[in-house]
């Protein structure tokens, strides 16, 4: 069955803000740490950020660091990105991941369908 679901994307311009959702399960919520991904067309995909279930760690890409921003409703089993200042090169889609904290994506067990997110100049 769905686990993670994500919503919130679209497009947007260049400098502007989208805020990303992933609605998980309770029992995946409530027991591994959460993560965003990205893959643009013709490459990998790359972590964006994460962090643990009680926030005692949050990681973030050095792209990220400073415009976007990981946070976590327990309440809702949902966690966010907010994405600010956003550029053309953000341009990717965008997936939603629960597993072990890391930066790795192979640390993540479960995956959400992926929101696109296109940013025009």
């Known amino acids: 069955q769905v686990q993670l679901v994500e919503s919130g994307g679209g497009l947007a311009q260049a400098g502007g803000s989208l805020r990303l959702s992933c609605a998980a399960s309770?029992?995946?919520?409530?027991?591994?740490?959460m993560g965003w991904f990205r893959q643009a067309p013709g490459k990998e995909r790359e972590f964006v950020a994460a962090?643990?279930?009680?926030?005692?760690?949050?990681y973030y890409s050095d792209s990220a660091k400073g415009r976007f921003t990981i946070s976590r409703d327990n309440a809702k089993n949902t966690v966010y990105l907010q994405m600010n200042s956003l550029k053309p090169e953000d341009t990717a889609v965008y997936y939603c991941?629960?597993?072990?904290?890391?930066?790795?994506?192979?640390?993540?067990?479960?995956w959400g369908q992926g929101t696109q997110v296109t940013v025009s100049s």
């Open positions: 962090m643990r279930y009680n926030e005692g760690n949050i």
């Open positions: 991941a629960a597993g072990v904290l890391s930066r790795t994506a192979g640390a993540y067990a479960y």
């Open positions: 309770r029992r995946i919520f409530s027991s591994y740490a």
